[in-house]
């Protein structure tokens, strides 16, 4: 008996970046570098028309949004001190005004005090207050200026951080309480706007390239330690976290809300 050799070719597969959030506009707060610029890419690739927020640098703020026109897409940068609680309402206006509606909100902005254990003599409280108005009261401004004028079945993403939940090293203790305070908020806000669909999430990711983590990083020290408590040996992409939101944000995240989910390389197991 002769047996006729088969050959298996691969199939080579074409992946084309789904326009499932075309029709839709997002504001992301913060999204002049670092995540909040890869988040506003990852929407105008997905179709979004993109509003990013800003609070220093207007030169960095406007070559995300000319990359952004770039991928078709409409897209406004507006200056906004997310410290100033009155300048919430201002920014939501200027989206509607400028877009016609808002559809998604992603909370990204928020600033980072670290090294100081609370019992430090030293201990800056002006900065550590700073920090708590900017990475809570500013959020919580900001949803409450857009929950009323977001479309029924809208979205709310919060930015949070692996410390929300687990705080493996001293000297966190202010920002950890600000990422804590970000998932109660969640869940109450996804319970107050889930007759309207509207969904509220959270999403901590671990340590990322961003200006936050530089200084850290470069310490060799400091990154074989951070590297030791992931199971996944390697910091997180802003790509990878980008894709979760976007997740929760398109489609297939309608059913999912007041849930806080993790992008850290198993940092907590």
Not at 120 to 137: A, H, I, K, L, T
Request: hydrophobic share 45%; charged share 20%.
């Amino acid at each position: 008996m002769t047996h006729s050799r088969t050959t298996i070719r691969p199939i080579k597969k074409e992946f084309t970046m789904q326009k499932e959030l075309s029709g839709k506009t997002v504001l992301i707060t913060g999204g002049s570098r670092g995540l909040g610029a890869g988040l506003a890419q990852a929407f105008a690739e997905r179709g979004a028309d993109v509003a990013i927020s800003y609070a220093n640098s207007s030169a960095k703020a406007e070559a995300v949004v000319d990359r952004l026109k770039a991928s078709g897409v409409r897209a406004i940068a507006v200056h906004s001190d997310q410290g100033d609680l009155a300048a919430a309402q201002p920014l939501v206006d200027r989206v509607i005004a400028q877009f016609g509606k808002l559809d998604i909100v992603v909370n990204n902005a928020g600033i980072a005090v670290q090294g100081q254990l609370v019992d430090d003599p030293d201990f800056n409280p002006r900065d550590n207050n700073r920090q708590w108005q900017v990475n809570v009261m500013g959020v919580v401004a900001t949803t409450r200026a857009a929950a009323s004028k977001l479309t029924d079945g809208g979205r709310i993403i919060f930015i949070g951080s692996r410390f929300g939940t687990h705080v493996p090293v001293p000297g966190v203790a202010d920002y950890a309480g600000t990422k804590a305070a970000l998932i109660g908020y969640a869940k109450g806000a996804a319970r107050d706007l889930g007759p309207r669909n509207i969904t509220v999430n959270v999403v901590q990711p671990g340590v990322m390239p961003t200006d936050m983590s530089d200084a850290m990083l470069g310490d060799p020290d400091a990154r074989a330690a951070i590297l030791d408590l992931h199971p996944i040996r390697r910091i997180a992409t802003l790509e990878e976290v980008a894709e979760t939101v976007c997740f929760l944000a398109g489609p297939s995240g309608s059913y999912i809300t007041g849930e806080v989910l993790s992008v850290s390389g198993g940092a907590a197991i």
